[in-house]
């Protein structure tokens, strides 16, 4: 009985580790981090500083723009490394494009680095504006440094950067303020609250004296 179901156990365990997938890193770019490098660590660092010059208040129609973009902080290489870091830039509206070959242009538009471009932190590359110069164009840039080990572990540290910006022609909506939402409906409230008591007492009082002229 106990050594059927030992077998059994056996069994089962070899076939889940011949079937599980191996741990690999990214050397040749990544993709598709709208929640960050959660395959290297599940949390983001404040350790990893990003830097990413360039990048306009308001852009002019068609016209390019060489972003510069650096890291530093985050993990620490071990001896040999193989790898430093490497990033992921996507871009609403507009072109990007790769300037040397330690970046390259992947799916959804988005720019990495590549095989060339891992054992490095700072890379430059390209984006041409759109031709509607009203469009408020959003970015986000994802940061993953390495320790060069090859393997995907929380030594690993990544962060996040994003933001907004617009053509020359374009507004950018503020956010609604705090006081804006809260204030004004607690002053109607208020305004209420007062104007109920205000009618109650004129009510009272006139009851009052009809009662005394009586």
């Not at 990214?26 to 350790?47: L, Q, R, T």
């Not at 990003?50 to 985050?74: K, M, R, W």
């Not at 072109?95 to 970046?103: E, G, I, Q, R, Y």
């Amino acid at each position: 009985m106990y050594l059927r179901r030992f077998v059994l156990f056996a069994i089962i365990a070899f076939l889940l580790s011949t079937n599980l997938p191996g741990v690999q890193s990214k050397p040749d770019g990544i993709a598709n981090v709208e929640n960050g490098c959660i395959c290297h660590s599940a949390v983001s660092s404040s350790d990893v500083e990003i830097t990413i010059q360039g990048i306009p208040d308001y852009y002019e129609s068609n016209l390019t723009y060489t972003f510069s973009i650096s890291v530093s902080g985050g993990a620490e290489p071990i001896e040999n490394a193989t790898n430093s870091a490497g990033f992921n830039l996507w871009i609403l509206y507009g072109f990007l494009a790769p300037v040397s070959n330690d970046t390259e242009l992947i799916e959804n538009s988005q720019l990495t680095h590549t095989l060339q471009g891992n054992n490095q932190r700072n890379w430059n590359v390209s984006w041409t504006a759109p031709i509607d110069d009203t469009l408020s164009v959003d970015w986000r840039l994802t940061v993953n440094t390495v320790n060069g080990d090859e393997m995907p572990s929380d030594a690993d540290k990544w962060n996040q950067v994003s933001g907004t910006f617009t053509g020359v022609n374009g507004t950018i909506s503020e956010p609604v303020g705090k006081l804006v939402i809260y204030g004004v409906p607690l002053g109607f409230l208020l305004i209420s609250i007062a104007g109920y008591f205000v009618v109650t007492r004129s009510s009272r009082i006139a009851a009052s004296e009809e009662n005394s002229n009586q």
